[in-house]
């Protein structure tokens, strides 16, 4: 009996030990992966090839290189227009699923950045913008990457009342999104839409989480279009254009606990819901839409309550003027959602 005993223990250890080492195999632990880019893409594409293959609650450790196409060292690497790293491969996301990315750190990693001397047609009057419409100048300022302040660099572009004038930096992805859901499965790097992409929104900082619909099996993710920093809307048609380091987590949320028509984003200050299209008015109402569903969903708001906490609460930042479509962020404040009771 005895015997039978220890062969019944020894083949129920085996079993044991064999699924322990089917479930890791399964579910690896999160790693944190060192990637170096070798190759940039100017689309957000299903096409290209994926540069890694990540599980959910990886971080990814890497870097990107300008707008125009030159990284850290000053090295033109790819053609300008916002060239992207990625993509990246998510195992296991499918259509239906929503990635939440937070940027763990988004650095400077070079003394300098360039923006140009215009404004787009969007932000002024053809009498001023017009002046910029076939040349623009390109202007270069300086980054004190440790204490992070910038200015312009004088021996390139002398401006004599701005010799002291000098800004506060707060590094960005002008760039972040997944291949979109169009006939071609790809767009030019510049575009933006429900996949996310040119956002330009200077929240999409170190510490932020942005939530992104994932549109095809793997997602197909991207980050570029680093900033030093930049005002809301873009409207000179450039930040402070820089190289940037940057690492990120990926967390998969499965279909059927989330669903998004378009990116969202939260910082330790506020929940952000992001609109675009080609006019201000209907980039605002998928923004604002976005966010009352949000209070739906997460704090049991009806939308006559909605009423209530958003036209005494709402906030909204124009991101981006500059581009195809317009970008709108409707924004609450965490700390006015935590008098709600859900």
């Given at each position: 009996?005895r015997?039978?005993f220890?062969?019944?223990a020894?083949?129920l250890f085996?079993i044991?030990?064999e699924?322990q ?6 579910n690896?632990?999160p ?10 893409s100017?689309?957000?594409?299903l096409n290209?090839p ?7 609650g990886?971080?990814?450790?890497t ?6 196409g030159?990284?850290?060292n000053?090295?033109?690497r ?5 060239p992207l790293?990625g ?8 259509a239906?699923?929503v ?5 763990t ?9 360039y ?10 009057p ?5 002046q910029y419409?076939k040349t623009s100048?390109l202007?270069?300022w300086?980054?004190d990457i440790?204490?992070?302040?910038g200015?312009?660099d004088?021996?390139f572009?002398p401006?004599?009342h701005l010799?002291?004038f ?6 960005f ?5 997944v291949a979109p859901n ?11 839409g429900?996949?996310?992409?040119n956002l ?6 170190e ?5 992104l ?10 980050i ?8 809301d809307g ?6 402070l ?6 690492d ?8 059927g606990?989330?669903?998004l ?10 929940i952000m819901?992001i609109g675009s ?18 209070l739906q ?5 009806s939308?006559?309550?909605?009423t209530?906490v ?12 500059a581009d ?9 404040k965490?700390?006015i959602?935590s008098g709600i009771?859900?």
């Amino acid at each position: 009996m005895r015997y039978l005993f220890l062969l019944l223990a020894a083949a129920l250890f085996e079993i044991s030990g064999e699924a322990q080492v089917n479930s890791s195999t399964r579910n690896p632990p999160p790693k944190l992966i060192q990637f170096t880019p070798v190759s940039f893409s100017n689309l957000f594409s299903l096409n290209v090839p994926p540069v890694l293959h990540i599980q959910s609650g990886d971080t990814v450790s890497t870097e990107t290189i300008d707008a125009t196409g030159r990284d850290k060292n000053g090295t033109k690497r790819q053609r300008g227009g916002n060239p992207l790293t990625g993509p990246f491969y998510i195992d296991g996301s499918e259509a239906g699923d929503v990635l939440a990315v937070t940027l763990t750190k988004v650095a400077l990693n070079r003394p300098y950045a360039y923006t140009s001397e215009s404004f787009v047609s969007r932000s002024m009057p053809d009498s001023i913008s017009a002046q910029y419409k076939k040349t623009s100048h390109l202007v270069k300022w300086k980054l004190d990457i440790e204490n992070k302040w910038g200015w312009i660099d004088s021996s390139f572009t002398p401006y004599p009342h701005l010799k002291e004038f000098k800004v506060a930096l707060k590094p960005f992805l002008g760039c972040i999104g997944v291949a979109p859901n169009n006939r071609k499965n790809e767009i030019l790097s510049f575009f933006q839409g429900n996949f996310g992409g040119n956002l330009d929104y200077s929240a999409i900082a170190e510490s932020v989480t942005i939530y992104l619909p994932v549109l095809h099996d793997g997602g197909f993710f991207y980050i570029g279009d680093g900033h030093a920093v930049q005002g809301d809307g873009e409207i000179a048609g450039n930040a402070l254009e820089t190289s940037l380091d940057v690492d990120f987590s990926v967390k998969l949320i499965k279909h059927g606990t989330l669903s998004l028509s378009y990116p969202r984003a939260e910082d330790s200050t506020y929940i952000m819901s992001i609109g675009s299209a080609k006019s201000l008015e209907d980039a605002m109402k998928i923004a604002t839409a976005g966010l009352l569903s949000w209070l739906q969903a997460d704090y049991r708001l009806s939308v006559a309550e909605g009423t209530q906490v958003m036209s005494t609460s709402i906030e909204y930042t124009i991101a981006e003027v500059a581009d195809p479509e317009v970008v709108v962020v409707a924004k609450i404040k965490k700390s006015i959602l935590s008098g709600i009771k859900p």
